[in-house]
Structures are given as C-alpha cells and as structure tokens.
C-alpha cells in the first residue's frame, strides 16, 4: 500500500517509492544508510531519502541512532495507532473547545429570551456574513419537521443549500423549489437539481423570480439579499408576511412548468419564455438587461430574441416585442 492510499489527498514526496523503501526496509531488519538502500534498490538517494522522511513522519519508520542514520521498521499497526490517538487527542480537544464556546455564549440566551419576552419577538431583523448567515439556515433547518418551499432567483440559494435540502428530504420533509428556466440549461446546476428530485425534491421552473427566498413550515421566511460582497438575509417571523409569501409561492407554483427527466434545454418552456422576452423587449429594454433579468447569458438570451423576430418577421426589436405581446393576449383570450 502506497502512502497515498494511507494519506488520501497527500501525495508523499517520494512518490511509490515509499512501499519498497518500506519493503526494504523490513526485508532488511533497519535501512542502516540511504546511500546502500538506494544502491541496492536501483533508486536515486534523493528519491529514498524522500521516501524514509515520509516513513519516519508517518510513524512506519524510527531513528535507531544519535547520528539519525539508522531507521528500523515500525509495525504497521501500532504506527496507525499512534497516528490515530493524535488525532482522537486533536479531536478530543476541538470537542471540549466547541463546548466552552456554547456554554460562554449560553450565558446570554437567558437575557435575549428575556428581552423577547418582554417586548415580543421582532417580526424582521437582519443576518450579515456567511458565518452567521450559515449557523442561522443549519437551525432553521434542524428545527423543520413538515415542509420547505424555495424560491430561487437568478444566482439563487439552491447551489449553496442543495446538501440542507438533501438532509430534510432524507427526514421527510416535503420541498419544493421554483428556480428560473435558466437552470434548463446550464449543465451543473442541472445536475443538482437531478440530484435533489432523485431524492424527492419537486422542481419547476419560471422565467423571472425576482428574489431567493426560502419558507420553512409556513411560519419563518427567510428573504436573501440581492448584491453586496458578504452573505446577508432577512430572517421574518411575522404571520402576515409568512402568508403573502405563501400566497406568492403557491401563485407562481400554478404558473412554473415541472421539471421533470434529465433533458437539458428551454422546449418545455419556449413559449413562457418567448413571452417573457417580447414582454421586456416592449418596454425597450437592451439584450443586456432582458438577459439578466431572465437570469440567462446575453448571447442565449440574443439567440432567443433572433428567433422571436423571425417568427415573427419584425423589422425592430421594439416592433416584435410589441407584436409577440399583442399575439400571447389573443392566444390567451
């Protein structure tokens, strides 16, 4: 077994050499100079020495003299316990320090209860930096037990949350998702989105949401911020909102298409996003902004347009958009 196998991720420096170096070593009962090992193995000293030092790291070889020369064989099993106890030791430690930290910051728990209690909760505050922004998202979801509803805008949660998502479905939890179409066609967030309905997740999708947002068991809403360098949400506790929000989800939840298969690309929702392009490109809107609003690429979403004026034999853009609008008014009348 190479070093690389007993480390996974740390490729030694002496490279396979390692296994016969320790062959040799054994063979031999001590490797009693680096420069015989490496004539007697057919090696360069270098590639020995490398090997030895990662051995000796490893607990797999010792020093047997003051001059450290001399290196014996270490049995492979107590080697990998010694290796082991360090890390229960370090993991011990870690545990023991997590536990200091709860038990400083529990202290204050009393007060901010306290403070609730006399005043109430407040029905919206605010959570910066990815830190706390992630702590806060792993107790809500802990604290979940029936459903999880999400609205993912462009750039949305989904990617950050899928392993959250994955863990309440795993529970029993229902979650439901609406992303834009744009994750038809882009191959990795489509992948997670595979990942997540083939665990029980139900995913469909619309042309434009204009912010990620995620409701859990129809009480807590928790809104995403749209820019800024750091992580920042708006976590609501108010029944008022909780229930626009799921009056909003359950309304664009009729309008989205399923996504369903493993198909990529727009032919299930052509029309809805047709519709959704000649509607900004009415209002004169550039390729620039429809496509960030669509949450697409300039040139798929140029692509799109192109199509759409030919259809439609447009002269302009402002002409088609017009055109296109009027024609989805009277094929929905």
């Not at 407040?122 to 802990?142: C, I, P, Q, W």
């Not at 009729?254 to 996003?273: C, K, N, Q, R, S």
Request: charged residues 25%; negative net charge.
């Amino acid at each position: 077994m190479t070093m690389t196998a007993l480390f996974p991720g740390r490729t030694p420096a002496g490279g396979d050499h390692v296994t016969d170096v320790y062959r040799y070593a054994s063979r031999k009962g001590a490797i009693e100079s680096v420069e015989a090992a490496a004539e007697d193995l057919g090696l360069a000293v270098r590639e020995v020495s490398a090997a030895v030092e990662h051995l000796v790291e490893s607990r797999l070889l010792r020093v047997d003299d003051s001059a450290g020369l001399r290196f014996v064989p270490v049995d492979p099993e107590l080697a990998a316990a010694s290796l082991v106890s360090s890390v229960e030791r370090e993991i011990y430690h870690r545990r023991e320090l997590i536990d200091q930290i709860r038990e400083r910051i529990g202290t204050f728990q009393p007060d901010y209860i306290a403070a609730e209690a006399s005043t109430g909760p407040r029905a919206v505050d605010y959570l910066v930096g990815s830190m706390e922004v992630r702590g806060f998202l792993k107790t809500a979801s802990d604290a979940c037990r029936d459903e999880v509803l999400v609205l993912q805008a462009s750039g949305g949660v989904t990617g950050d949350l899928s392993e959250t998502f994955l863990a309440l479905l795993a529970r029993g939890v229902v979650v439901r998702i609406i992303c834009q179409h744009r994750n038809r066609g882009d191959v990795s967030t489509r992948m997670r989105m595979k990942r997540l309905t083939d665990a029980g997740a139900v995913v469909y999708t619309l042309s434009h949401i204009p912010r990620s947002a995620v409701v859990f068991d129809r009480s807590l809403v928790v809104m995403f911020g749209s820019g800024g360098e750091e992580a920042n949400v708006a976590r609501v506790r108010d029944h008022g909102i909780a229930q626009f929000f799921l009056d909003l989800f359950n309304h664009l939840w009729e309008m989205a298409t399923p996504l369903e298969g493993i198909e990529f690309g727009y032919a299930d929702v052509a029309d809805d996003l047709q519709q959704s392009i000649a509607a900004l490109m009415a209002k004169g809107y550039t390729d620039e902004v429809v496509a960030r609003k669509l949450g697409m690429s300039v040139r798929s979403c140029r692509r799109h347009i192109a199509t759409l004026m030919r259809d439609l034999d447009a002269t302009s853009r402002f002409q088609a958009g017009v055109a296109a609008a009027r024609s989805f008014l009277r094929n929905a009348g």
